[in-house]
């Protein structure tokens, strides 16, 4: 059964960073693209940065320059590091699995990140 | 950049059809996939690659793509089905959400 559970999240002062995590169950999370998406309070869904299984990665312009994804292969597990955090990037953070390149077919429960201005 | 534009609400009766767009230039030449959102909880993916169900999703859901416009209809809405869904395609590397749809069932 695939599962992808958040965690890391918190209170954070404006300047600072944090780094959260995705542990991956079911499969292994080098043989698939995965994403973080993040959902501010009230508001939609917004995409932050995907790792392919290749290695390479993308980011949201929002968010190019202070964050950065990875992997660790033998963990199982991916990585958001947040730097220069700023208010508004409050919000819950998902970790999802994309499927095929397209589409997302499992996220994990998200993880709550409060940055205080 | 690119943008997928949704109504911010739709209404419908118990038992009739919903449809919910999604617009974008040329968003027919993407796959457009769909999510449901229900309060506190994470996206469910409901459509993806334009038509097609994942396994345990009902047959209530479709998804169209043609043109500029994606449409997912439920049809025979229930009370389950008030949700907000969510429209996504990529673009360019990068994954492009619609705003949302809240879906009310009245």
């Known amino acids: 059964e695939v599962q992808l559970v958040e965690s890391g999240g918190g209170l954070i002062q404006a300047g600072g960073s944090l780094r959260i995590s995705c542990a991956a169950s079911?499969?292994?999370?080098?043989?698939?693209?995965m994403s973080w998406v993040r959902q501010a309070p009230g508001k939609g869904l917004e995409w932050v940065s995907v790792?392919?299984?290749?290695?390479?990665?993308d980011y949201a312009d929002s968010v190019k320059g202070r964050f950065t994804i990875s992997r660790d292969n033998s963990k199982n597990t991916l990585y958001l590091q947040m730097n220069s955090l700023r208010a508004e990037d409050t919000a819950v953070y998902y970790c999802?699995?994309?499927?095929?390149?397209?589409?997302?077919?499992?996220w994990g429960q998200g993880t709550l990140v409060t940055v205080s201005s | 950049s690119y943008e997928l534009t949704q109504p911010p609400s739709v209404s419908v009766s118990p038992g009739q059809t919903a449809s919910i767009t999604c617009s974008g230039d040329?968003?027919?030449?993407?796959?457009t996939c769909w999510y449901q959102q229900k309060p506190g909880q994470s996206p469910v993916l409901v459509i993806y690659?334009?038509?097609k169900r994942p396994s345990g999703i009902t047959e209530r859901f479709s998804g169209s793509n043609s043109g500029n416009t994606a449409t997912l209809t439920i049809s025979g809405t229930q009370a389950m089905d008030e949700a907000d869904y969510y429209c996504?395609?990529?673009?360019?590397?990068?994954?492009?959400f619609g705003g949302g749809t809240k879906l009310t069932v009245l």
């Open positions: 999802a699995r994309d499927s095929s390149g397209y589409e997302f077919d499992y």
């Open positions: 079911g499969f292994a999370v080098s043989s698939k693209y």
């Open positions: 790792i392919y299984s290749g290695g390479n990665t």
């Open positions: 040329k968003l027919g030449d993407k796959y």
């Open positions: 690659q334009d038509t």
């Open positions: 996504q395609a990529w673009d360019s590397s990068t994954a492009v």
